[in-house]
C-alpha cells in the first residue's frame, strides 16, 4: 500500500542524504598531491579548427588531449606527451611520448645505466582523419616556424647488435660520432629524405630549406654542413673539414644562410672563429668576417656564444664578437703546480660590483658579446656595441637604420644600495655605429616607437612619463599636465622610487601612446600631451575597476586606431573580473562579462574569431574553455582533477577590516566544507604583503616549498586567514603588526575561531614577520617561520648568494623598508629586529632554514633557533641540505608538509607529537629514519 510522504519526512530524508553526502567526502591528505592534474601548452590552430592541452599530473604520466573546436566532447588522447605542437598549416600534431614515469623508475632502483634507459619516441597526428604514426628512439624532432608542412627527426644513436657467442667471425668495431640519423619527411609521409652522423640541424622560417651539420666519424669523415632544398629534394655541401659549425641561421625569407665556424681544435683554449655566407639559390660558401676584418671592436676575435640575426629586408646581418683575453704570464706558466698556485678575491673598494656578483656573473662575462653589423652589399662592418656602451636594444623584427642603447657603468658601483641606478641613453647609427646621446642618467627602461619617431619610458624620479622626439632632439613630458590623476603605484609603501601602471603600446604612426592609470587608459598625443583622453572615461576609477588592453595579435606592431579595443577588467573591491570593449577614440567602456571568477590566458586563433580562455575560482579548477570575443556560452573543454568532487573542499570570503591606524583593508578568509558557524575550529594565519586580490585564484594541493598548503588545511577542518599588510616606512614590524593583529581580531570576533588554537606560518618576509609577532604577542599557540630575518644589524651587511648582491639595498630600498643605512637609523634596525627581544617569546616554534639559501643568510635561522635554545623555549630548526631558499627537492617538499601538518595539528588539535619533535633526530640516525612516528605516551 502507498503512502503519502509528509513534508516533515521529506526534509529528515533530504537531511539524510546530506548527511550521508559528508561522510562519503573526505579529508585532503599528503597521498593526494602526486595526481593533482595541472593544465599546460594549450594552443589552437591559426584557423581555429583545433586546440590542444597537456594536462599533467604532480608525478606520473601525463597526456595530450586534442579535439575540434565545434566538439568538445570528442577528444583524441595521446599518453605522456610532450614538447607537441601543431604544424603551421594547423593540420598536424607532433611531439615526444615519455617512456612510462613507472617503469623508468624501477629501472633506476635497478641501477640501470643510462645508454639502457628506455628512450623518447615520437607522434603524427593528423586531425582530418585520426591517423596516429610514431616512431621510436628519438632525441629530438624540429618543424618549421611560419610555414610549411615538413619534420626533421633526429633518432637516438642505434646501440650494437649484440654478437652470438658460437659466432667466431671478428666483429668491426663501431665508428666514434657524435652524429645520429636524421629523418626528414613530409609530415604526410609522401616525401622523406635521411642523413646520417648528423649533430644539429634547422628549418628556415618558411619551411623552403633545412640545413644540417655532420660530425666528424673517426676521425677519417670531415665535420661539414649541408643545405636540403625541400622543393627539390636536393642536398648541397656548404662547407666541410672544419673541427665545428654553430651558431646557423636563415635571413628571414631564406636568401642567404650564415654560420659560424673554426678549424681549432676542440680543446682550444681560445679557438678562432670566422663567420662564412652563402645564397640559398646559389650555395657557394665564403668567409664573410674573419678576426681581421675592419671595423670590428679592437682587441676581439668572433664569438660562438652570439647568435646570428638578419635584418628583415635582408640587407644586414648581426653578429657578436668578444673580449680576445691576453694571456697572462702567471696563468701560463707551467712550471708552477697547481698546489702552489695562490687562489684568493680581492674585494676591492673601486670596484663596481662587488667580489661575490663578479664571481656569480663570471661564465657570463667571460662570454660577454659587443653586436656588431655588417651591410651585405658593401661589406662594410659598424661596431654597434662596445666596452663602454654594451647594451644595445635590437627588436624582434629588425626594420630601422638605428637602435637604442644604454649603459649604467656610470652609476653601477652604487648597486650595492641603490638598485634603482641611472642609465645613460642613446641613438647608435646601425649603418656607422656613431652613437648619439639622448640623456645621461634616466630612471627607466626606454623602449623605441614602432615607427620610430619617439623613445619613452617612465621616470621613477619625477613619477611622470616622458618621451624623447628624435627629430627635433626634445624631450616631451607626456603626463605632468594631467589634472586630478597620479601615473606612479598608488599603493606602493617602500622607500624606493614607486613604480608605473605601464603602457599599452602605440597607436599607427606613432600618432599616440595609450598608458595606464590605476584604473584607466590615456591616450596622449606627444605632439599636444595637453590634449590626452581618458579613453575609458574615468569609469575604472569610479567603480574601481582597472581597465587593461587585452593584446590579441602577438605579431602586432601599433595599435589600429579603427580596430575595437578589447580591455580586461578587474574590481579592487569584490574581485570579480572579465572582459568590455572601448573605442581609441574614448567613451565608456561597454561590458562583456563581469563575474566572481579569475580569466586569465585569452589566446585568439590568427586567422578567425575564435579563442581559448581559463577560468577558475577557489572551487572551479583553472579548466580550458572556448568562445570567441563575446565571451558568450563558454564551453569548458578540459575536466581537471574530477576527484576532487569527493573531497572536502572548503570555501573562500572576503573580509574587510581595519588596520590599527584605521585604513580599510581585507583579507582572504577561508572556511572548511560543511562549515558551521557555531563550532569553533582551530585558526591557521599566514601572510605576505597582499593576497586579497587572489580571491578567486585556484589553489593547488601541492607538497609545500617553504609555506602551509592552504587547501590541505582548509580540508582538514582549519580555518585559514590570510590578512593584507600596508607598511609605514622604518616600521616593517610594527606595521605588521597593526594590520594582522585587528585582521585576526576581527575574524575571532564573528564567533567560529577557537581563539586559544590559533597559529602563524610564514616564509622569507613572511618568516621575518612570524618571527616579529610572537616577540609582541602571545596570542598564537605555535608559530612557522621559514628563512627568517631575525637581526637586521647582522643581515644588513650580508650577501644574497643567489645573484652576489649586498643586501644593503633591501634595507635602505625596498622590502624591508627601513629607509637608511645602519649607521644613520641603528635604533630602527635594532627595534624591528626579533633577536633582541626573543627573552618575550612564548611561543613554539618551527623554523626551516637550509644551508644553500642563496636568499636570506642562513644564520639568520641559526640566530633564532640559538636565541630560543639558550631561553629554554619550545623551538625545533629544520635545515634541508643542499637546499635554496625554497625547496627545490620535492622529496624535501613532501617531508616539509608532513612535518608542518604535525606541528600545528600537535598544538592545535591535540594530536600525539611525532618522534622528531619529542625525540629529535640525532646525527648517528641520520638517512636512517624520518621519525614521522607519533608519540603516544
Known amino acids: 500500500m502507498l503512502r503519502k510522504i509528509s513534508g516533515v519526512m521529506l526534509v529528515c530524508l533530504f537531511l539524510a542524504v546530506g548527511s550521508l553526502s559528508a561522510q562519503q567526502k573526505r579529508s585532503l591528505t599528503h597521498d593526494d598531491y602526486d595526481g593533482w592534474e595541472s593544465l599546460s601548452s594549450n594552443r589552437i590552430t591559426k584557423d581555429g579548427k583545433w586546440v590542444g592541452y597537456m594536462i599533467s599530473p604532480q608525478e606520473g604520466d601525463g597526456r595530450l588531449e586534442i579535439l575540434s573546436f565545434k566538439d568538445v566532447s570528442k577528444k583524441f588522447v595521446i599518453s605522456r606527451a610532450q614538447g607537441w605542437s601543431f604544424s603551421p598549416d594547423g593540420a598536424f600534431a607532433v611531439g615526444k611520448i615519455e617512456p612510462q614515469a613507472d617503469s623508468v623508475r624501477l629501472l633506476k632502483l635497478k641501477k640501470t645505466k643510462k645508454d639502457d634507459m628506455p628512450k623518447d619516441s615520437l607522434f603524427i597526428y593528423q586531425m582530418a582523419n585520426g591517423n596516429l604514426e610514431k616512431m621510436a628512439n628519438v632525441k629530438s624532432f624540429s618543424i618549421p616556424q611560419e610555414e610549411g608542412s615538413w619534420i626533421a627527426i633526429q633518432f637516438e644513436k642505434e646501440k650494437p647488435a649484440k654478437k652470438d657467442p658460437s659466432d667466431s667471425t671478428k666483429t668491426e668495431k663501431p665508428k666514434k660520432t657524435d652524429g645520429t640519423k636524421l629523418l626528414v619527411r613530409s609530415l604526410d609521409g609522401s616525401k622523406s629524405y635521411e642523413f646520417e652522423r648528423v649533430k644539429s640541424y634547422g628549418f628556415s622560417k618558411n619551411g623552403d630549406f633545412l640545413q644540417y651539420v655532420l660530425a666528424e666519424e673517426d676521425t677519417l669523415d670531415n665535420a661539414a654542413i649541408q643545405l636540403l632544398n625541400l622543393a627539390t629534394g636536393e642536398s648541397s655541401l656548404l662547407h666541410e673539414g672544419n673541427t665545428s659549425y654553430e651558431r646557423v641561421s636563415f635571413s628571414p625569407e631564406s636568401k642567404y644562410l650564415a654560420f659560424v665556424s673554426t678549424n681549432d681544435s676542440a680543446k682550444a683554449e681560445k679557438p678562432y672563429y670566422e663567420i662564412f655566407l652563402t645564397t640559398t639559390a646559389s650555395p657557394d660558401v665564403n668567409v664573410l668576417i674573419g678576426n681581421e676584418t675592419p671595423g670590428l671592436l679592437e682587441d676581439s676575435r668572433i664569438s660562438s656564444d652570439a647568435s646570428i640575426r638578419f635584418s628583415e629586408d635582408e640587407s644586414r646581418m648581426f653578429f657578436g664578437v668578444m673580449d680576445d683575453y691576453v694571456d697572462y704570464d702567471y696563468e701560463s706558466d707551467t712550471t708552477i703546480l697547481d698546489e702552489d698556485r695562490v687562489s684568493l678575491d680581492i674585494w676591492g673598494w673601486q670596484d663596481a660590483e662587488i667580489q661575490p656578483m663578479q664571481l656569480k656573473n663570471k661564465s657570463r662575462e667571460q662570454k660577454r658579446t659587443y653586436t656588431a653589423t655588417i651591410d651585405l652589399s658593401d661589406k662594410q662592418v659598424a661596431q654597434l656595441e662596445d666596452r663602454e656602451v654594451n647594451n644595445v636594444v635590437l627588436e624582434s623584427k629588425i626594420e630601422k637604420d638605428f637602435a637604442l642603447a644604454w649603459t649604467d657603468a656610470p652609476y653601477r658601483r652604487n648597486y650595492s644600495w641603490d638598485i634603482q641606478i641611472g642609465r645613460d641613453l642613446y641613438a647608435v647609427d646601425i649603418e656607422t655605429g656613431a652613437r648619439t646621446l639622448i640623456e645621461k642618467n634616466i630612471s627607466g627602461y626606454p623602449s623605441l616607437s614602432p615607427e620610430g619617431k619617439y623613445v619613452s619610458w617612465y621616470s621613477g624620479r619625477d613619477s611622470s612619463w616622458v618621451a624623447y622626439d628624435l627629430a627635433s632632439k626634445k624631450q616631451i613630458d607626456l603626463t605632468e599636465g594631467i589634472e586630478g590623476v597620479v601615473f606612479y603605484d598608488e599603493l606602493h609603501d617602500s622607500p624606493s622610487l614607486p613604480g608605473s601602471y605601464g603602457s599599452a603600446g602605440w597607436l599607427a604612426d606613432d600618432a599616440a601612446i595609450l598608458i595606464y592609470d590605476r584604473f584607466d587608459i590615456w591616450k596622449i ?98 579548466d580550458l574553455y572556448l568562445g570567441d570575443l563575446s565571451l558568450k556560452n563558454l564551453k569548458k573543454a578540459s575536466d581537471l582533477n574530477p576527484q576532487q568532487a569527493g573531497i572536502k573542499w572548503g570555501s573562500v570570503e572576503l573580509v574587510d577590516y581595519l588596520a590599527n591606524d584605521g585604513t580599510p583593508l581585507q583579507g582572504l578568509l577561508f572556511k572548511p566544507e560543511y562549515f558551521d558557524e557555531n563550532k569553533k575550529y582551530p585558526m591557521m594565519v599566514y601572510f605576505y604583503e597582499r593576497n586579497s586580490d587572489g580571491l578567486y585564484n585556484y589553489r593547488t594541493p601541492a607538497p609545500s616549498a617553504s609555506t602551509i598548503n592552504i587547501p590541505y588545511f582548509v580540508s582538514n577542518d582549519y580555518v585559514v586567514f590570510v590578512p593584507d599588510i600596508k607598511y609605514e616606512l622604518g616600521l616593517p614590524g610594527p606595521s605588521a603588526y597593526d594590520c594582522i593583529i585587528p585582521g585576526v581580531q576581527s575574524v575571532v570576533a564573528k564567533g567560529f575561531v577557537d581563539k586559544e588554537n590559533m597559529a602563524i606560518q610564514g616564509q622569507s618576509w613572511g618568516g621575518y614577520q612570524v618571527a616579529y609577532l610572537i616577540t609582541q604577542t602571545d596570542m598564537f599557540k605555535a608559530a612557522g617561520a621559514g628563512a627568517p630575518v631575525v637581526n637586521m644589524t647582522s643581515a644588513y651587511g650580508g650577501i644574497r648568494w643567489g645573484t652576489g648582491m649586498s643586501r644593503m639595498f633591501q634595507y635602505e630600498q625596498t622590502q624591508s623598508r627601513i629607509g637608511g643605512t645602519l649607521w644613520q637609523k641603528p635604533l630602527y634596525y635594532i627595534e624591528n629586529s626579533p633577536l633582541f627581544f626573543m627573552d618575550r617569546v612564548n611561543t613554539p616554534v618551527l623554523i626551516m632554514h637550509n644551508d644553500e639559501d642563496g636568499a636570506v643568510p642562513w644564520y639568520q635561522g641559526i640566530e633564532m633557533f640559538m636565541a630560543l635554545k639558550r631561553l629554554n623555549q619550545p623551538a625545533w630548526l629544520l635545515q634541508y641540505n643542499g637546499e635554496d631558499h625554497n625547496l627545490r627537492q620535492r622529496k624535501n617538499r613532501k617531508d616539509l608538509s608532513v612535518r608542518l601538518s604535525q606541528f600545528f595539528d600537535h598544538y592545535l588539535k591535540g594530536a600525539p607529537a611525532p618522534l622528531w619533535m619529542t625525540e629529535g633526530l640525532p646525527a648517528v640516525e641520520k638517512g636512517r629514519t624520518l621519525k614521522y612516528e607519533l608519540n603516544d605516551k
Open 525 to 622: 598625443d606627444p605632439k599636444n600631451p595637453s590634449a590626452a583622453v581618458n579613453l575609458t572615461s574615468g569609469e575604472g576609477r569610479k567603480q574601481s575597476i582597472q581597465f587593461r588592453r587585452q593584446d590579441l595579435d602577438r605579431e602586432e606592431r601599433s595599435i589600429d586606431p579603427k580596430a575595437t579595443l578589447y580591455l580586461t577588467a578587474f574590481n579592487e573591491i569584490n574581485k570579480e573580473s572579465g572582459m568590455y570593449t572601448g573605442k581609441i577614440n574614448g567613451g565608456a567602456p561597454a561590458k562583456i562579462i563581469m563575474t566572481p571568477h579569475r580569466y586569465y590566458g585569452l589566446t585568439k586563433a590568427k586567422d578567425s574569431d575564435e579563442i581559448i580562455i581559463r577560468r577558475s575560482t577557489y572551487n572551479e579548477n583553472p
